[in-house]
């Protein structure tokens, strides 16, 4: 079965027209029955578990889904939003089996490849043919540049929209054994934001997850967000595009924004 889910971006409540000109639109692939996602303790990858065992239980389907994580040694704090998001989900769907969660920690320098590896263990010790990824892309440079400033050249620019093709061309592949699925990567973060707001999840599901990569110093010791990484700029921007705020607004007063 695969399943088409659409979020509708309205204005606030004295303006109800959309304001956005194109929907926010996903496939999920479920016809698979072991499933895997990628838990990074963020707000994407959340959000699409969230999304699965949503469609898995409304359709009644016989899947379970498994997670694994990767933690950075220099930045470890990627499992504790997985396992809160997890637990949140898991008591929101009961009757959504759910398999191990794979937890490595590992050196910053092989954080990748580590993470690919285990990946790869997750798959062959379940047989999983379908592996979930939220990954998006960035915002068009004409965006990003008036938000971002002195923060733009700090993205993981092999998210860039140049690189688009390469991503939709990822995103239903075929590795001989299973298949990679990136419902998100057609369109940046305020994809991510728009289900959030449809499934009324940014007040419960959202503040247990980490966006922020800042460094221990930045964020004391990994307790907040550090506002000055690329991705704690790309949640806020994000939110406010879909919350019908205004983004520079709000971020004209966080401490590492250049504000020429």
Known sequence: MIITDTAIVYGREDKMDEIHPENYEIQLN??????????????????????????????????????????????PVQHIGSRKAVAFVKEAFPNVKFGEHMIKMTEGK???????????????????????NGVTINPDEKIG???????????????????????LKKQDEDNGRYHEYRPFVHTDKRIVLAFYKKYGLLATLAPLTRSC?????????????????????????ATAEIFNYDAV???????KIDKD
């Open 249 to 255: 607004a709000a971020l004209s007063e966080w401490p």
């Open 145 to 167: 540049k008036p938000v971002w400033k002195n923060i733009w050249e700090y993205r993981a620019t092999a998210r860039d929209w140049v690189h688009r093709d390469k991503w």
């Open 110 to 132: 092989d954080y990748i490849d580590n993470g690919s590896k285990l990946q790869w263990e997750l798959i062959d010790k379940y047989k999983i043919t379908g592996m979930f």
């Open 30 to 75: 479920l016809n698979h029955k072991d499933i895997a996602i990628g838990m990074s303790g963020g707000m994407d990858s959340s959000m699409l578990l969230w999304l699965l065992a949503h469609h898995i239980d409304k359709n009644d389907l016989d899947i379970t889904i498994h997670q694994w994580t990767c933690i950075h040694e220099e930045k």
């Open 213 to 237: 990569e800042g460094w221990i110093e930045d964020s004391k010791k990994f307790t907040i967000e550090c506002k000055g990484c690329w991705w704690c700029v790309e949640k806020e921007w």
